[in-house]
């Protein structure tokens, strides 16, 4: 992920990832706030981000409500890209990278970043003074969330089967 770019905000509620990838995470990672054993015990479970904040570098640190400890992006994930949610709402559930474009751009001498549907339309065009890191994190992010969940946090909606009657109004 993109250094001071988080991909969750405080307040979401997320699903800290498998034991499989919690391990995996503990074996490899060599730096600060390493993964404990205690915090194993709560691989697939869900809960609401408390904090956000930066460690030295731009690494990205989250601590939740319930759960203890200090957990790192990589151990977390989207809770509406699986389970009942996802079976419930497929289109809603894609992967954000998996549908949307994000590129950096110029309109009017002013640098932005533009976020286009499959089609071309361009459902967000954000003035950034840096769009291209600007661009890059977002792609980073769309990465690892729903296109629901991505429309959420940079703020525009989404074109969905329910709402496509809403285009054609007058």
Same mark, same amino acid.
């Given at each position: &992920?993109?250094?001071?770019?988080?991909?969750?905000?405080?307040?979401?509620?997320?699903?800290?990832?498998?034991?499989?990838?919690?391990?995996?995470?503990?074996?490899?990672?060599?730096?600060?706030?390493?993964?404990?054993?205690?915090?194993?015990?709560?691989? #697939?479970?869900?809960?609401?981000?408390?904090?956000?904040?930066?460690?030295?570098?731009?690494?990205?640190?989250?601590?939740?409500?319930?759960?203890?400890? @200090?957990?790192?992006?990589?151990?977390?994930?989207?809770?509406?890209?699986?389970?009942?949610?996802?079976?419930?709402?497929?289109?809603?559930?894609?992967?954000?990278?998996?549908?949307?474009?994000?590129?950096?751009?110029?309109?009017? #001498?002013?640098?932005?970043?533009? @976020?286009?549907?499959? @089609?071309?339309?361009?459902?967000?065009?954000?003035?950034?003074?840096?769009?291209?890191? &600007?661009?890059?994190? &977002?792609?980073?992010?769309?990465?690892?969330?729903?296109?629901?969940?991505?429309?959420?946090?940079?703020?525009?909606?989404?074109?969905?089967?329910?709402?496509?009657?809403?285009?054609?109004?007058?």
């Amino acid at each position: &992920m993109s250094a001071y770019h988080s991909a969750f905000n405080a307040g979401e509620y997320v699903t800290i990832a498998d034991i499989e990838t919690l391990r995996a995470f503990q074996q490899s990672w060599e730096w600060h706030h390493p993964l404990t054993d205690e915090q194993l015990a709560f691989a #697939g479970t869900n809960d609401r981000i408390a904090g956000v904040s930066y460690y030295h570098g731009g690494t990205t640190l989250y601590e939740f409500a319930e759960t203890p400890g @200090v957990w790192h992006e990589s151990c977390l994930r989207d809770p509406t890209l699986t389970g009942d949610y996802a079976r419930r709402n497929p289109e809603a559930a894609t992967t954000a990278a998996d549908y949307y474009t994000i590129a950096a751009d110029r309109r009017g #001498g002013l640098p932005v970043v533009v @976020v286009r549907d499959p @089609v071309g339309r361009e459902l967000l065009v954000a003035f950034q003074f840096n769009a291209e890191d &600007m661009a890059g994190a &977002m792609r980073d992010v769309a990465r690892v969330r729903s296109r629901i969940n991505f429309e959420w946090k940079y703020g525009f909606g989404g074109i969905y089967s329910a709402n496509k009657r809403f285009l054609d109004a007058t």
